[in-house]
């Protein structure tokens, strides 16, 4: 069921009318008090009943919002136009929202793709943008929203690992936007039948779950020791292999193997130690010392 136009008109001047006919109605029954004719009388109050029904069909319409209208059970479209309306007074009228709405899901515990334990939650944002499909393909959309998102995080995130092993493949707390991007898509694919858009949707919060925070923090912090010792390293040779060629361009000392591999071994413990060194100045000579 698709949305379409319903039949509505300006409430001003139907306002207008009303009070015409209310005027005539009574000038009516006035002057069947006058004259005794009856019939004048019953066209009077006839009209007066018909002015009262159709003050039932005025309605308002305020920005953002529709009018889902109904004859006996039947659709007959939604009104957007804003402002005062006047529609069929048997027509029967539902509000609905066309705001943009947000809302924060539950902590939810899943397992990743590796199976580790997680607590996730999503921020979506969504509107509306078919009343019909939203008020009768589900039986409450708002709650079918929450459900439905809730069910598409689970979803999502059993796709992906929480850390990322390998630089090419997406993990939840490295890879955002990509993440992000899916959540929204399997969300809008589980709304759609519900004329609800989604326009945005992203993890509002991410952890490992409690009985295995302490192993995977410790896990984290291995990761990050070795990758700083790599990196000290690859800077420490870096630097020993400039000062070598620097002292063989310069000529300021001519070195053999044993002595330059002697050199290495201080220089790499003085740039890849964790505390400061305590220099021992050698008084001999060079090889006797």
Sequence with gaps: MNERQGFSIAGIPTIAL???LALVSVAL????MQSGSGWIGML???LFVVTLFMLKGFFQVAPNEGQVQQLFG???GTVREEGLRWTNPFYSRR???LRVRNFESSKLKVNDSDGNPIEIASIVVWQVVDTAEAVFCVDDYENFVNIQSESALRQMAQHYPYDSHDNGKPALRS???VINNHLRDEIQARLEKAGVQVIEARISHLAYAQEIAQAMLQRQQANAIVAARERIVEG???MVAMALERLRQQGVVELDEERKAAMVSNLLVVLCGDRSTQPVVNAG???GG
């Design 18 to 20: 009303c009070l015409v």
């Design 29 to 32: 029954w006035t002057n069947m």
């Design 44 to 46: 009077g109050l006839g």
């Design 74 to 76: 039947k659709y007959a």
């Design 95 to 97: 509000r609905v929202s």
């Design 175 to 177: 890879h955002g936007e």
């Design 236 to 238: 420490a040779v870096g």
């Design 285 to 287: 000579t060079l090889y």
